[in-house]
């Protein structure tokens, strides 16, 4: 058979001799010189692509010796280049030579080749990249010539694609690095990569990894300092977060850049939480930043500069309980933003209102016109909006409503509670985050209401918002309203907002009977957490507090030392998103200063299962809620699981909350109004457990009686709501 093939060789049969080969490999596929000579024979027809399929054929079936298989193909084709030229055939012998060339000065070029292939045929699985030795020769090599920068840059960005979570692909582009650092698309092919990674996939140290390999190259690139900041806040690395933001802030020139660049700063203070003192002077800045925009013309900036904006008066709430003046922030800056964007995009706006225009005129009567809801978020996976958000999806009468989802920077997770949304809904778009593109989507689809679940927490929901893709726009759940010009509703109930808010809100309040949110319920797993092992004694009263550093204000929880200090053998848990050495010294210093031993300070890591994070809460007898900014989604859970909980009520929407769950819930113990208040209700249930237990046994005897537990009383609420909004818009 050797004998044969070797005769199709020399007859210049090769078409037949490639068959053979074919079949011997199916036939023996350990044997590696059956691949080598069917390279061969389909470099000597010209198959160009058959050959490269053939050589990552070698790789997988050898892929731990690429050197030693090179080293035989090469032998074998300068055998067959020598036949070629005694039989005076040299165009041939110098192709078979050339291919030579390529493999031994080009090993790597041939390796990359392979992997792109690999990557087209959905074939690659990152180990390749160790496996085939790609990662070191790409450190070895010098930025050489023969390395052709676009197609390196592309196999660069189809692996951060294709598996931008696998250990190597960070290493990968580092070896990358020299040889694409002057390629001019190549921070921006990281920076979307990066923020893909952070945003969309969750991992926002890899998206920081990356973003490092760009600011190496351009150090005082202000959008990669910008994203790289955010990136190690949300990482938990805020010491590098905060230095980041203060070198962007010192390079950029313009109001709007600082606006954000200063609001990034304000962003690690808070999050790190113990930096308050700091913080304040801060903010002062940001509010007096926010005010010199008035002067700034807009047009001039980039769209993206101007859509940041949109998040950057988002703390004030957090500092004090002013709802009228942090209100006017808000509501200033939005118009300033909406305005942008409606002169940006004047024609397609103008379109959408025709349009609506005409959809009205011919809509039925609202009794049988089935409505078209839309819920537009990047949040409905394992997030606060998300759990909360799906009983309304859930419990929504089908026969007379249309409903819609529209998952904003939309990446397949492999989560549980964003695999329901996609398929609860009756049409559900995965978009990324141009806004033009997803409003135009949303007015193609003819919807009706279109409801924002995100607010001011994601600029790009706004910027859709503020497109006006829908006749009517409503603002619940993820925040406070948003103060765009384009909302018409923002849902409430008859606590969560005092009566005289309407005088500054921009948005029409719609408030609902008895609550502006209901959940039937949440998972509780089995707890994992036990007072013997945080050295807490069995009959000692536990007070808890869980929330992120943003929420502890350094007056409130002065006032929780106060409380512990007066209840004997009370412990404090602390817990929540911070930095822990900061956080732990901002209690211990206030635990000093009030006369609290600071070894009745315990404090707590997160859990990574929202279940089992609900489960440990029963460890405590009393929860000591935040002010001037409340728990939300903590609240649900604490009254769900039973606990008493103490909140200070206030004037804004931040501060009201807990009132309105706990007031929903059937329980208005613990409800203070103002400081004093507060301690004493926080004394008064640590050292009276009848009380405790009969706040318990009520909070378990609401979940069959009250509208915070009711999701499909809510859900009808909700709808009634919906008809009458769009009753009123076609008058």
């Not at 920077?409 to 989560?415: H, P, S, T």
Request: aromatic share 10%; proline share 4%.
């Amino acid at each position: 058979m050797q004998q044969q093939t070797h005769q199709f060789f020399i007859q210049g049969d090769y078409g037949k001799a490639a068959k053979f080969y074919q079949a011997a490999i199916k036939a023996e596929p350990e044997a590696m010189s059956h691949y080598w000579y069917l390279a061969l024979a389909l470099m000597l027809q010209g198959k160009e692509e058959a050959i490269a399929s053939s050589l990552l054929q070698i790789v997988e079936a050898d892929p731990q010796q690429p050197e030693v298989w090179t080293t035989q193909l090469t032998e074998s084709l300068e055998t067959e280049a020598k036949r070629q030229e005694a039989r005076e055939d040299y165009s041939r012998a110098g192709l078979i030579r050339e291919h030579i060339r390529e493999i031994e000065q080009t090993h790597l070029i041939t390796l990359l080749s392979l992997m792109q292939l690999a990557l087209s045929q959905g074939r690659f699985t990152g180990e390749e990249l160790t496996q085939w030795g790609v990662i070191r020769r790409l450190q070895q090599e010098t930025p050489a010539p023969y390395i052709n920068a676009d197609e390196l840059l592309q196999i660069l960005e189809n692996i951060l694609q294709a598996r931008p979570l696998h250990p190597s692909a960070i290493e990968f582009a580092q070896g990358c690095l020299p040889h694409l650092q002057h390629h001019r698309n190549f921070i921006g092919m990281m920076l979307s990569a990066a923020l893909e990674m952070g945003h969309l996939l969750l991992k926002p140290a890899m998206a920081a990894s990356l973003l490092e390999l760009c600011r190496q190259v351009e150090p005082r690139n202000t959008e990669v300092l910008l994203n790289l900041a955010a990136f190690y806040q949300n990482g938990v690395d805020y010491t590098k977060g905060i230095e980041l933001a203060r070198s962007c802030y010192s390079l950029v020139e313009t109001v709007p850049e600082r606006i954000f660049a200063n609001h990034l700063l304000l962003r690690g203070l808070m999050s790190a939480g113990g930096y308050w003192e700091e913080a304040r002077e801060v903010l002062q800045h940001q509010e007096s930043l926010l005010l010199a925009l008035e002067e700034e013309d807009l047009r001039k900036v980039e769209p993206a500069t101007v859509a940041r904006l949109l998040s950057t008066d988002s703390f004030f709430p957090y500092f004090q309980d002013r709802g009228r003046e942090n209100r006017e922030i808000i509501n200033h800056v939005s118009r300033q933003a909406q305005c942008y964007f409606y002169e940006r995009a004047i024609e397609q706006v103008q379109r959408y209102d025709r349009g609506f225009r005409e959809r009205k005129k011919s809509s039925t009567e609202v009794g049988s016109y089935r409505l078209k809801i839309g819920y537009i978020s990047h949040c409905l996976r394992s997030h606060s909006v998300g759990w909360l958000a799906r009983w309304l999806v859930q419990h929504h009468d089908r026969a007379r409503f249309e409903i819609h989802a529209y998952l904003m920077f939309y990446r397949e997770l492999g989560d549980p509670l964003q695999t329901w949304y996609v398929n609860q809904v009756e049409r559900c778009h995965k978009l990324g985050a141009d806004a033009g593109k997803i409003a135009e989507q949303i007015y193609e689809d003819g919807i009706d209401i279109l409801i924002d679940l995100d607010s001011l927490t994601l600029c790009n929901t706004c910027n859709v918002m503020a497109l006006k893709p829908a006749p009517v726009q409503v603002t619940w759940l993820g925040w406070d309203a948003s103060g765009l010009p384009t909302i018409d509703y923002f849902i409430a109930d008859p606590y969560v907002l005092p009566a005289s808010v309407q005088d500054y809100y921009r948005e029409k309040i719609w408030r609902l009977p008895h609550t502006y949110i209901a959940v039937d319920g949440f998972e509780v797993a089995v707890p994992t957490l036990r007072r013997e092992e945080l050295n807490i004694p069995s009959d000692a009263v536990v007070y808890y507090s869980g929330q992120r550093g943003y929420k502890r204000h350094p007056d409130t929880a002065r006032l929780q030392m106060q409380i512990v200090k007066q209840v004997p053998k009370s412990y404090f848990l602390i817990k929540g998103f911070a930095e822990e050495e900061s956080i732990i010294r901002f209690f211990r210093e206030l635990a000093q200063s009030e006369g609290v031993e600071s070894d009745r300070l315990r404090f707590l890591p997160m859990e990574t299962e929202e279940a089992v994070h609900r489960a440990n809460l029963g460890i405590a007898d009393v929860v000591l809620d935040t002010y001037p900014y409340n728990g939300a989604t903590t609240t649900l859970e604490t009254l769900w699981m039973g606990i008493p909980l103490v909140t200070r009520v206030g004037e804004q929407f931040a501060s009201r909350n807990s009132y309105t769950m706990m007031v929903n819930a059937g329980v208005t113990e613990g409800i203070a109004w103002t400081d004093e208040e507060y301690v004493e209700w926080g004394i008064r249930l640590g050292k009276d457990p009848k009380l405790r237990q009969q706040i318990s046994w009520k909070l378990w005897q609401s979940r069959q009686t009250s509208p915070l537990w009711n999701a499909k009383q809510f859900t009808q609420e909700m709808e009634k709501a919906y008809l009458k909004m769009w009753h009123n818009s076609c008058r």
